[in-house]
């Protein structure tokens, strides 16, 4: 059974602080780990695809990591608008289905 | 380029009634899910298709049930409402671009 567990649960970060959000998973195949960002109120919206140990992808002040065990996703110097839960997610060998991690709630004061 | 679609946003429920939640997708995937979402424990899978007239059962499925007669709609039918049936829905349809899923905006179903 394919599990995600991400941490920490909470982070609040003063405005320009950097740091990184964890998730470790255990799955069976990988073929894809994956990033969204959720807003109150609204759908996952989708960040990332990593495929395999080692790689890397950059959007504006965030960047995800992937490693065998565990994927980081990392924020330089954050603003406000980046206060949001970030989901991680993956796939494995035993079918089309995401299973997802219980998310990381940050929120960036001004 | 509506995405994936979701009706009612909000909607509250009796025990014991029955509702459907709407989901349509215009981007000609095969491949869509039914997740609820409770606070602080992710999204769990309810219902799954492959394609029209193909459903299957996901981690959480009692007390729900879908139907897929055509390629774009995906509706998900709770029966007889139970308190525990309060979260919040999302239906997704997988992405051939990214491989990951394209979300709808949710609906907020409270049973009292």
């Known amino acids: 059974e394919d599990q995600v567990t991400q941490s920490p649960e909470a982070l609040r970060l003063q405005e320009g602080e950097s740091s990184s959000l964890n998730c470790s998973y255990t799955?069976?195949?990988?073929?894809?780990l994956f990033w969204y960002r959720q807003d109150p109120g609204k759908g996952p919206e989708f960040l990332f695809t990593?495929?395999?140990a080692g790689e890397e992808k950059e959007k504006e002040r965030l960047k995800a990591t992937l490693t065998k065990k565990e994927s980081f996703l990392h924020i330089t110097a954050p603003k406000p608008e980046d206060s949001a839960t970030y989901l991680c997610?993956?796939?494995?060998?035993?079918?089309?289905?995401?299973?997802f991690g219980g998310g990381t709630r940050l929120m960036v004061k001004p | 380029n509506a995405g994936v679609t979701q009706t009612p946003k909000f909607r509250i429920l009796k025990i014991g009634q029955s509702m459907t939640l709407q989901c349509t997708q215009d981007?000609?995937?095969?491949?869509m899910y039914w997740y609820r979402q409770d606070p602080g424990m992710g999204l769990k899978l309810i219902y799954y298709?492959?394609?029209?007239?193909?459903?299957d059962k996901g981690e959480v499925p009692n007390g729900y049930n879908v139907s897929r007669s055509t390629t774009e709609d995906f509706p998900l039918r709770l029966e007889l409402a139970a308190p525990s049936q309060t979260s919040v829905y999302f239906c997704?349809?997988?992405?051939?671009?990214?491989?990951?899923?394209?979300f709808g905006s949710g609906t907020r179903l409270t049973v009292v």
């Open positions: 997610a993956v796939r494995g060998n035993a079918g089309n289905m995401l299973t």
């Open positions: 799955v069976s195949g990988l073929r894809g």
């Open positions: 990593l495929y395999s």
């Open positions: 981007m000609n995937h095969n491949y």
């Open positions: 298709s492959v394609g029209a007239g193909i459903t």
């Open positions: 997704a349809s997988l992405s051939a671009d990214n491989y990951g899923y394209t």
